[in-house]
Antibody, heavy 118, light 106 residues
């Protein structure tokens, strides 16, 4: 069964860029679509965006101006960059698999906490 | 933008049936998913395409979706079902989550 694992810095300074990577365990990265979802401490889930197997991307309109997602099939990982971060971006960031477009999130990573603080 | 509304909390006695609702405009025209999240864990899919259960999810979990409301039903609720539950749909090309419902089994 596929596993996905987030990695990246746990602390980012305000105004800087948050960068995370999600590694896919079974080499299936080019066969599926992938997404980032975050959860501020004590709050609900917020979708950040998707990168589809075609390579196209789709972002939450509220974050679109700051988000970039990409896939590196040679390294079996996909990435998230969120620019100009503030304390409001402090959250647990999850990566998840989409079996197909407009489908469910059937596999989630364990999540990684990113704190924005100077 | 599209919004999904869930009750903040639902309580149920062990062995009874719990129903968690998710409301949105013409929600029945979309496919709803439900995720269970226990403290300190990542969300887990329990229902997709309104009524389908992923492999490994107990039969006591079921879903329905009609009109403006999707419902997650847990029959014979067990203590292990105590968790936060989130509904989710696609609105065009955007993903929308409900605010979450804390299910307490007492």
């Amino acid at each position: 069964q596929v596993q996905v694992q987030e990695s990246g810095p746990g602390l980012v300074k305000p105004s800087e860029t948050l960068s995370l990577t999600c590694t896919v365990s079974d080499g299936s990265i080019s066969s599926f679509s992938w997404s980032w979802i975050r959860q501020p401490p004590g709050k609900g889930l917020e979708w950040i965006g998707c990168v589809y197997y075609s390579g196209t991307t789709n972002y939450n309109p509220s974050l679109k101006s700051r988000v970039t997602m990409s896939v590196d099939t040679s390294k079996a990982h996909f990435s998230l960059r969120l620019s100009s971060v503030t304390a409001a971006d402090t959250a647990v960031y999850y990566c998840a698999r989409l079996p197909s477009v407009s489908d469910r999130f059937d596999t989630w990573g364990q999540g990684t906490l990113v704190t924005v603080s100077s | 933008s599209y919004e999904l509304t869930q009750p903040p909390s639902v309580s149920v006695s062990p062995g009874q049936t719990a129903s968690i609702t998710c409301s949105g405009d013409k929600l029945g025209n979309k496919h709803a998913c439900w995720y269970q999240q226990k403290p300190g864990q990542s969300p887990q899919l329990v229902i997709y395409q309104d009524t389908k259960r992923p492999s490994g999810i107990p039969e006591r979990f079921s879903g329905s979706n009609s009109g403006n409301t999707a419902t997650l039903t847990i029959s014979g609720t067990q203590a292990m079902d105590e968790a936060d539950y989130y509904c989710q749909v696609w609105d065009s090309t955007n993903v929308v989550f409900g605010g979450g419902t804390k299910l307490t089994v007492l």
